[in-house]
């Protein structure tokens, strides 16, 4: 039995790689065995060829044309020899008998032909099913490997987002509108001081966590970003469970379909609570300084007054007469009259609520410049105000104050002698936004101007050109008010010879609901814009 294992018969495919000489004298050979097997068995002599058929046709398929074109013509020559004709010699003469092995062989080698391309094309075809399914199989398997390997970076790609993200205080959110549902990384629940998964993923249920008077504001922002697809950015606060308040910065952008509509908004969110408290200290500090600039404009304003009266009551010692008495008791009334006049154009500004009232921008421009008036008379700087209309508007009066006090003593220190300052006052609209009408209050100096550079880091915090005397929070301050008030300020300047100068114009909205306790959450851009020339 092993030995008969062993033992094993050569295959088609391999047959068919064999000499031509070789596979005819394998056909001759079967051609032999079915003649022999057709005179062995007495009944099928009567039908030569019905083993001789077969045997031509399974030559053909196994070894090929060579084996069956002999072994058909070796039937023939052997029927006629054994079985028609009982002499060894060819059947010459007898037409039937040569027709009918004819015949014979013609069909017998047509068949075969046949029968052998039928089975090539099979095996052709099943072979190339054959290569489809490994081709198949073979891209299946890279496609798994692929997805696999992919499957692989993007864990890769995702933790070294959550460690970068960690690292820098951030944390991921992503809103499927769709489904109406937000992922949260757990960041985001540390942010708010709970632990991760502390709630679900409604999104109402976050905006239980934003203050109070940040939560409309926030859910209209919301409703926006989802019919607009506009990219959002908002600052807001949030309160811990301990009552503890915090600022967040959160910033997105939206995916939409081909038809347009937004399917899912992906973000990120900071704390920038330390942040913020370090610019409303920030704030504090140069609204100080401006404070003392400003005590120091008054008490120089008042000194010379002062003084006046104290030479009046001296020389109101050594009248002769009481008419010269009384006259020079007049003047030094006159100059109380005016101490008293910067007092109380002082006090009115500064002694306000918490909350925005009606007031007319030139009352304040003009107590403004009544402040400065002895620095622009010591200067030689000639002072024009222009209104052209005006209307009142909602403001803080004495922030609205510190903007123009800014930007006046910036006014100042830029002009040499003998300079000139402008200042216009006309109704107008918000550039950005032309359905919001308001009062647009513009300075012009004839200063040395600013140079490009200058011009656009103007509004930077800690940035001046004054480095003996300037801290570089001025105009950042009065970007900072004035986006408080939900305005903006833009700035041009020149350096022209002749025609230098600079020029800041200042837009403050009307309307009782103008000011802003969170300028950083407007929808429009309010960073102040800046443009040079020359």
Known sequence: MRRMNRLRFPSAVAIEKWPGPVRGVLGCVAACLAVSLTYAIQPLRAFPLLLAFPTVVLTCWFLGMW?????????AILVDSFLTKAEFRFSIGNAREGLRLTI?????????WTIRRLAQQRSQLATQQLQQRLILANAERQLAEERARTGDELRDREDLLQIALRANGMGLWVWDVKQGTVHRSDEMFRMLGREPGAFGNDPKLWLECVHPEDRAGLAVEFDRIRLSGADYHRQYRVIWPDGQVHWVESQGKCQTDSDGKVTRIAGVMADITHRKLAEEAMLRAEKLAVAGKLAASVAHEINNPLAAVANLLYLITLAETVETAHARANDALDELMRVSLITTQTLKFHRQTGAPKQTRLSEVVESVVALFRGKLQAAQIAVEVRIEGESPVACMAGETQQIFANLVSNAIEAM???????????????????????MRVTFFDSGA?????????VFEPFFTTKAETGTGLGMWVVAQLV???????????????????????VFLPMGSS???????????EVAPVVEASG
């Not at 000139?420 to 609209?429: A, D, G, N, Q, T």
């Not at 300020?489 to 022209?496: A, K, Y």
């Open 483 to 505: 986006e408080r008030h939900n305005g903006h300020v833009r700035g041009w300047s020149t350096q022209r010879d002749g025609r230098s100068g600079t020029a800041f114009s």
């Open 514 to 524: 103008s000011l802003n306790s969170e300028p950083a959450e407007k929808e429009t």
């Open 416 to 438: 040499s002698r003998k300079g000139r300052l402008v200042i216009r006052l006309r109704p107008s609209v918000n550039w950005r936004n032309r359905a919001t009408q308001g």
């Open 104 to 112: 014979f062989l013609l069909v017998s080698i047509l068949l075969g």
């Open 449 to 457: 101007g600013m140079d490009r550079t200058t011009m656009r880091r």
């Open 67 to 75: 084996g069956g074109v002999a072994c058909a013509a070796a039937d």
